[in-house]
């Protein structure tokens, strides 16, 4: 009887290690599809963009080549550099706002239906109104611009933290809130205990959106604002650039402005995986 029992466990482990294999290869595979077909994507377009441009020989005020945007890209560095560092500072500066702002109002909104009922309605509205509409007003009341172009870029990155912030607040499981009522929690327990934790996954997939419109609402609080400068950001130098025709340096502009982009909601996702690795398939489900 001992050796077929042997023989069981062997077999199970060999077929643990096999499926364990079979796992690692589907991922390793998904993994190299996510980076290879957008990568690859990319390169023919360029490809393609390049051999249009250098076959139909477009001028470059019209049309430049991907080389020409990166040697404008390497020449123009020293300029490009400090815009790109002021539009990154003012992004992260109304994105830090958003979510401090929007964490605590929205947990205001979640504990108290009263102060919903009357400021939410004024949030819609500040949401829903076009924020080019508005920042001519802001720049005329602001003496600073930069405090200007800050709350022009905070107004536009507000709302989803602080929507989701409160629909999250308010996901906690309601068997879970009878249990904390029947052990008489205090509301400092309950909130640290339940609703944060509750919340957390809907917060990260606000903060994901909230960090691109940051961006957005930064540059076009800047194009809004027409400032000019050293100390001005990627916006100012495509509106310069668009006075002189300098195409390539417009195209140079827009590809950090862009790449920046790129940054924030990579950065953004790594941060939700991270705190998110160990949450349970449900809330990682949600937060998707």
Same mark, same amino acid.
């Given at each position: 009887?001992?050796?077929?029992?042997?023989?069981?466990?062997?077999?199970?482990?060999?077929? %643990?290690?096999?499926?364990?294999?079979?796992?690692?290869?589907?991922?390793?595979?998904?993994?190299? #599809?996510?980076?290879?077909?957008?990568?690859?994507?990319?390169?023919?377009?360029?490809? %393609?963009?390049?051999? @249009?441009?250098?076959? *139909?020989?477009? !001028?470059?005020?019209?049309? &430049?080549? !991907?080389?020409?945007?990166?040697?404008?890209?390497?020449?123009?560095?020293?300029?490009?550099?400090?815009? +790109?560092?002021?539009?990154?500072? $003012?992004? +992260?500066?109304? #994105?830090?706002?958003?979510?401090?702002?929007?964490?605590?109002?929205?947990?205001?909104?979640?504990?108290?239906?009263?102060?919903?009922?009357? #400021? @939410? &309605?004024?949030?819609?509205?500040?949401?829903?109104? !076009?924020?080019?509409?508005?920042?001519? $007003?802001?720049?005329?009341?602001?003496? =600073?611009?930069?405090?200007?172009?800050?709350?022009?870029?905070?107004?536009?990155?507000?709302? &989803?933290? +602080?929507? =989701?912030?409160?629909?999250?607040?308010?996901?906690?499981?309601? *068997? $879970?809130?009878?249990?904390?009522? +029947?052990?008489?929690?205090?509301?400092?327990?309950?909130?640290?205990?339940?609703?944060?934790? /509750?919340?957390?996954?809907?917060?990260?997939?606000? #903060?994901?959106?909230?960090?691109?419109?940051?961006?957005?609402?930064?540059?076009?609080?800047?194009?809004?604002?027409?400032?000019?400068?050293?100390?001005?950001?990627?916006?100012?130098?495509?509106?310069?650039?668009?006075?002189?025709?300098?195409?390539?340096?417009?195209?140079?502009?827009?590809?950090?402005?862009?790449?920046?982009?790129?940054?924030?909601?990579?950065?953004? /996702?790594?941060?939700?995986?991270?705190?998110?690795?160990?949450? !349970?398939?449900?809330?990682?489900?949600?937060?998707?």
């Amino acid at each position: 009887m001992l050796a077929p029992t042997i023989e069981a466990a062997e077999l199970g482990e060999a077929v %643990g290690e096999d499926a364990g294999l079979r796992e690692r290869t589907r991922l390793r595979r998904e993994r190299t #599809l996510t980076v290879g077909a957008p990568l690859l994507v990319l390169i023919v377009a360029l490809g %393609g963009w390049e051999l @249009f441009v250098r076959a *139909n020989q477009v !001028p470059a005020y019209i049309l &430049p080549a !991907p080389s020409l945007v990166l040697q404008t890209l390497w020449t123009k560095w020293p300029l490009l550099q400090s815009s +790109l560092l002021f539009t990154v500072k $003012l992004t +992260l500066l109304a #994105l830090a706002l958003a979510v401090i702002g929007g964490v605590a109002l929205g947990t205001l909104f979640a504990l108290s239906r009263t102060v919903e009922v009357s #400021l @939410f &309605p004024y949030a819609v509205v500040l949401q829903v109104t !076009p924020i080019i509409a508005i920042a001519p $007003l802001i720049m005329i009341y602001v003496d =600073s611009v930069m405090g200007a172009l800050l709350i022009c870029a905070w107004i536009v990155a507000f709302f &989803p933290i +602080l929507s =989701s912030t409160v629909i999250g607040l308010r996901s906690a499981d309601h *068997n $879970l809130r009878d249990l904390f009522t +029947l052990y008489r929690a205090s509301s400092w327990q309950r909130f640290r205990l339940l609703l944060a934790p /509750s919340a957390l996954p809907y917060f990260l997939s606000g #903060l994901k959106v909230s960090g691109g419109l940051a961006l957005i609402g930064a540059v076009v609080a800047e194009f809004v604002a027409g400032a000019a400068g050293k100390e001005t950001g990627l916006a100012s130098r495509i509106f310069e650039a668009s006075f002189r025709s300098d195409i390539p340096l417009m195209f140079a502009a827009l590809l950090l402005v862009s790449l920046c982009g790129i940054v924030i909601f990579l950065v953004t /996702s790594w941060v939700s995986r991270r705190v998110l690795g160990h949450w !349970p398939e449900s809330e990682l489900k949600r937060e998707r």
